[in-house]
Nanobody, 128 residues
């Protein structure tokens, strides 16, 4: 059975950093795009970042408000995806989820329904 497990969340002051990890098991996600979403209290789940690759290139996509602050990456040997978050702001407070795309498509895909596998989430709280 496919499982995605997030870790690395916590409480941090504004301006601080956190690195989230998403470990995949049950299937090799090497060829499948992965993404991070987040959901703040009372709000819908939203896209944060996505990583995919093909033809020797890596493709990354970001929500506008996190560009330049967040970096998505992956370690295929560990079947793990990371989200490095710097210069955190109180508005970044949310539960962060990792997800695996249903298909190996190197496009900018940001809809929840594009992703077939989800982790349980990890809480990130940024205090002002």
């Amino acid at each position: 059975q496919v499982q995605l497990a997030e870790s690395g969340g916590g409480l941090v002051q504004a301006g601080g950093s956190l690195r989230l990890s998403c470990a995949a098991s049950g299937r090799t996600f090497t060829n499948y795009p992965m993404a991070w979403f987040r959901q703040a209290p009372g709000k819908e789940r939203e896209f944060v970042a996505r990583i995919s690759w093909g033809l020797g290139n890596t493709y990354t996509y970001y929500k506008d408000s996190v560009k330049g602050r967040f970096t998505i990456s992956r370690d295929n040997a560990k079947n793990t995806v990371y989200l490095q978050m710097n210069s955190l702001k109180p508005e970044d407070t949310a539960v962060y989820y990792c997800a695996a795309d249903r298909f190996n498509i190197n496009l900018d895909r940001r809809r929840l329904l594009d992703y077939g596998y989800w982790g349980q989430g990890t809480q990130v709280t940024v205090s002002s």
